[in-house]
């Protein structure tokens, strides 16, 4: 496969990629997977295409999409208006989240929760997590944190239990701790590595 050809390949993801990074540049959201970027990529790309394939006179610049094989001026210009149309879409998509839908799509909220970024961001890393209770303060190794439509549960791994009287903290003798969401009035995140005591 020639370079030609890779990148007429390319040209199938990358408007839909634009849009995608214009509407989360215009609309705060969640951290995405690879896989997740790529799918949205390609849906915005086919969504940001549809329109000019539709409108007379536009067919011959999207000769591309029908017959990848080589990269001409009529592919450049067409994957022009593609990025053109699609960076449109993500501005469009942008407003309507932002005005139409106040941000909000029935009980579901198209903004990133602290609560998703900081796991999203950090849960895979070996941090301590201090976590304040209704009955105490521990702190341990964050093995897993619930999804926000569950819950905000956190389970910690070889917890300990701050003691008021000794003034430290001291083992609790259980490899796991699950803390439920509801119980939860602080989380504070240690540096990678890092274990604060105290």
């Known amino acids: 496969m020639s370079l030609e050809q890779v990148l007429v390949y390319a040209f199938f993801?990358?408007?839909?990629?634009?849009?995608?990074?214009?509407?989360?540049?215009?609309?705060?959201s969640r951290t995405r997977s690879a896989l997740e970027i790529t799918s949205w990529s390609l849906a915005l790309s086919i969504a940001g295409?549809?329109?000019?394939?539709?409108?007379?006179?536009?067919?011959?610049?999207?000769?591309?999409?029908?017959?990848?094989?080589?990269?001409?001026?009529?592919a450049i210009l067409g994957v022009t208006l593609q990025l053109i149309s699609?960076?449109?879409?993500?501005?469009?998509?942008?407003?309507?989240?932002?005005?139409?839908?106040?941000?909000?799509?029935?009980?579901?909220?198209?903004?990133?929760?602290?609560?998703?970024?900081?796991?999203?961001?950090?849960?895979?890393?070996?941090?301590?997590?201090?976590v304040q209770t209704t009955d105490g303060f521990y702190i341990g190794t964050l093995e897993f944190a619930d999804d926000p439509s569950v819950g905000q549960g956190l389970l910690l791994r070889y917890p300990s239990i701050w003691d008021d009287a000794g003034g430290a903290f001291f083992d609790s003798g259980s490899e796991y701790l699950y803390v439920p969401g509801e119980r939860i009035s602080r989380v504070e995140l240690s540096s990678v590595g890092g274990r604060e005591e105290g």
């Open 86 to 130: 699609s960076g449109g879409l993500g501005v469009v998509g942008a407003v309507l989240v932002n005005k139409v839908f106040q941000g909000r799509l029935g009980r579901k909220s198209f903004y990133q929760r602290a609560w998703d970024w900081m796991w999203g961001t950090y849960g895979q890393e070996d941090r301590s997590v201090a």
């Open 13 to 28: 993801l990358l408007p839909g990629f634009l849009a995608l990074r214009v509407f989360e540049w215009l609309v705060a």
């Open 49 to 74: 295409t549809a329109p000019l394939v539709l409108i007379p006179g536009t067919r011959p610049y999207m000769e591309h999409l029908w017959q990848p094989s080589e990269l001409s001026e009529l």
